[in-house]
Nanobody
Framework: QVHLVESGGGFVQPGGSLRLSCAAS????????PGWYRQAPGKQRALVAT???????NYADSVKGLFTISRNNDKNTVYLQMNSLKPEDTAVYYC?????????WGQGTQVTVSS
C-alpha cells in the first residue's frame, strides 16, 4: 500500500514562506495526478493546487500567484512552495491524488501563520 508523508510545515510570520514536501512510498504520482489540500480549523478540507503528468498546474483562486506546486518524479515527491503567507493560510496541509482517495490521507503538516 502506498503511503504519503507530508513535511515542511511550521510557524511563520505573515509575509513569510514555507516549502512543503510530500514523499510517496511508491510511484503512484506517475499514474495519478497529485494535489495539495488544506483544512483550516472549523472548515472542510479543500484542494489548493494540482499538477498533472504534463506538469500543467492549477490553483485555488485564494493561492494563485502565491503558491507553486512542483514535482520530482525520480524521488516520487511533490512540493508546495508557499510565499507571502497570510494568517488565513493557517491549516493542516495534506497531499493526495486528484480526485482524492481515502487510502492516501496521511497525517498532514501544520502550517501556522501568525505575528
Amino acid at each position: 500500500q502506498v503511503h504519503l508523508v507530508e513535511s515542511g510545515g511550521g510557524f511563520v510570520q505573515p509575509g513569510g514562506s514555507l516549502r512543503l514536501s510530500c514523499a510517496a512510498s511508491g510511484t503512484i504520482f506517475r499514474s495519478l495526478a497529485p494535489g495539495w489540500y488544506r483544512q483550516a480549523p472549523g472548515k472542510q478540507r479543500a484542494l489548493v493546487a494540482t499538477i498533472t503528468g504534463g506538469d500543467c498546474t492549477n490553483y485555488a483562486d485564494s493561492v494563485k500567484g502565491l503558491f507553486t506546486i512542483s514535482r520530482n518524479n525520480d524521488k516520487n515527491t511533490v512540493y508546495l512552495q508557499m510565499n507571502s503567507l497570510k494568517p488565513e493560510d493557517t491549516a493542516v496541509y495534506y497531499c493526495n491524488t486528484v480526485p482524492s482517495s481515502h487510502k492516501y490521507w496521511g497525517q498532514g503538516t501544520q502550517v501556522t501563520v501568525s505575528s
